[in-house]
């Protein structure tokens, strides 16, 4: 690990965080069928993965995953593709998921393009909110909220066994 990094959140605790998270959606969500999972490529989406594998071990009800990928660089031209059947949304609560929420613009785009579907309910979960937003977002269920320095940067490294969160 680089020296100007500093771990905020070890595998351990991102783990409990994903847990306390699962938890909360299901508790919000108790009677409802089906819970759609969506979550925004690359590293939103193995969070994703990792809060569906824990909610499906929780509850009773069907968790349904799919792959969001959003071009960050111009989402207004690009403005979104799932990877599965669009329908999946229909009438259903959606847990849009993303790992940090820096400016909140991958929120609040794909916020943006779930609109366009008739869906029940709609919640956002991250892994870190740097409560630096520069779109009108919020976010529903957060692991850990942190204040930084708009120098600062924080990622989260996902590793088969492993999930790191650094602050740099």
């Given at each position: 690990?680089?020296?100007?990094?500093?771990?905020?959140?070890?595998?351990?605790?991102?783990?409990?965080?994903?847990?306390?998270?699962?938890?909360?959606?299901?508790?919000?969500?108790?009677?409802?069928?089906?819970?759609?999972?969506?979550?925004?490529?690359?590293k939103?989406?193995?969070?994703?993965?990792?809060?569906?594998?824990?909610?499906?071990a929780?509850?009773?009800c069907?968790?349904?995953?799919?792959?969001?990928?959003?071009?960050?660089?111009?989402?207004?031209?690009?403005?979104?593709?799932?990877?599965?059947?669009?329908s999946?949304?229909?009438?259903k609560?959606?847990?849009?998921?993303?790992?940090?929420?820096?400016?909140?613009?991958?929120?609040?785009?794909?916020?943006?393009?779930?609109?366009?579907?008739?869906?029940?309910?709609?919640?956002?979960?991250?892994?870190?909110?740097?409560?630096?937003?520069?779109?009108?977002?919020?976010?529903?269920?957060?692991?850990?909220?942190?204040?930084?320095?708009?120098?600062n940067?924080?990622?989260?490294?996902?590793?088969?066994?492993?999930?790191c969160?650094?602050?740099?």
């Open positions: 690990m680089p020296a100007d990094r500093t771990v905020i959140l070890n595998n351990f605790q991102i783990t409990q965080k994903i847990n306390r998270i699962s938890y909360q959606i299901y508790e919000d969500n108790c009677s409802e069928k089906e819970i759609v999972i969506v979550g925004i490529d690359k939103g989406y193995l969070l994703a993965e990792k809060l569906t594998e824990r909610l499906k929780i509850s009773d069907s968790i349904s995953l799919v792959k969001l990928t959003l071009n960050k660089d111009n989402p207004i031209e690009n403005p979104g593709q799932l990877d599965g059947d669009e999946i949304l229909n009438d609560v959606v847990i849009l998921v993303d790992d940090v929420l820096n400016t909140g613009k991958a929120l609040i785009y794909g916020v943006k393009f779930l609109l366009d579907f008739p869906i029940k309910k709609m919640s956002t979960a991250v892994l870190v909110d740097r409560n630096h937003k520069k779109y009108p977002i919020g976010t529903h269920y957060v692991g850990l909220s942190l204040s930084t320095t708009l120098q940067h924080i990622s989260v490294k996902f590793e088969v066994d492993d999930i969160a650094y602050l740099s």
